[in-house]
Nanobody, 115 residues
Framework: QVQLVESGGGLVQPGGSLRLSCAASGSIFRINVMGWYRQAPGKQRELVAAVTSGGSTNYADSVKGRFTISRDNAKNTVYLQMNSLKSEDTAVYYC?????????WGQGTQVTVSS
């Protein structure tokens, strides 16, 4: 069984920074994709950023240049460094682990950007 445990959300002022972490445990095949999605109230869940086990990354246009995704394969952990945060970044952020045909999700962590 795979478990994803997220941390690092919270309240931050516009222009501030936060770093999210997600640690995966369980039976994890070494070839996989880890990523972050977010869901704001009344909106669909959307991809924020993803990184393959080989290090290739993909970002939503809305976060390019502000967010950086990285991973530590030895620790099965993915990070999301979020800088220059805007009010529109407010959402619940979910960690995702994609292995083959399967998707695993974390419980979600709230990020609120407000003055």
């Amino acid at each position: 069984q795979v478990q994803l445990v997220e941390s690092g959300g919270g309240l931050v002022q516009p222009g501030g920074s936060l770093r999210l972490s997600c640690a995966a445990s369980g039976s994890i095949f070494r070839i996989n994709v880890m990523g972050w999605y977010r869901q704001a109230p009344g909106k669909q869940r959307e991809l924020v950023a993803a990184v393959t086990s080989g290090g290739s990354t993909n970002y939503a246009d809305s976060v390019k240049g502000r967010f950086t995704i990285s991973r530590d394969n030895a620790k099965n952990t993915v990070y999301l460094q979020m800088n220059s945060l805007k009010s529109e970044d407010t959402a619940v952020y979910y960690c995702n682990l994609h292995i083959g045909l399967y998707d695993y999700w974390g419980q979600g962590t709230q990020v609120t950007v407000s003055s």
